[in-house]
């Protein structure tokens, strides 16, 4: 668990996404960070998007889409929705 009331770490993700609760995933571009991306996942009963953290980070980084892509498919994701 990573701490952070708005993230959660890929383990966790992965519970969730098994479980039925997460409904998309959506990589967003990362603020301040040209060229970096961060992977927003929604879940159904909730309002608020998780973003996928880093081990102890609240925010995992990445730096290109084919790393945000391959996370996504770790998590169980087929498709992935990109937001610029």
Same mark, same amino acid.
């Given at each position: 668990? *990573? =701490?952070?009331? +708005?993230?959660? +770490? @890929?383990?966790? %993700? ?5 479980? =039925?609760?997460?409904?998309? $995933?959506? $990589? ?5 960070? &040209? =060229? ?5 996942? *929604?879940?159904? &009963?909730?309002?608020? $998007?998780? *973003?996928? %953290? %880093? ?9 290109? %889409? +084919?790393?945000?892509?391959? *996370?996504? &498919?770790?998590? =169980?994701?087929? @498709? ?5």
């Amino acid at each position: 668990m *990573t =701490g952070f009331i +708005d993230s959660i +770490d @890929t383990k966790e %993700a992965q519970i969730l996404f098994d479980a =039925g609760a997460l409904s998309e $995933a959506i $990589a967003v571009s990362a603020p301040m960070a &040209n =060229g970096h991306w961060l992977l927003q996942l *929604t879940v159904k &009963n909730r309002k608020e $998007a998780y *973003t996928l %953290a %880093a081990q102890r980070e609240p925010q995992r980084v990445f730096k290109s %889409a +084919d790393a945000v892509i391959a *996370t996504a &498919n770790k998590i =169980g994701f087929k @498709t992935i929705i990109f937001k610029i």
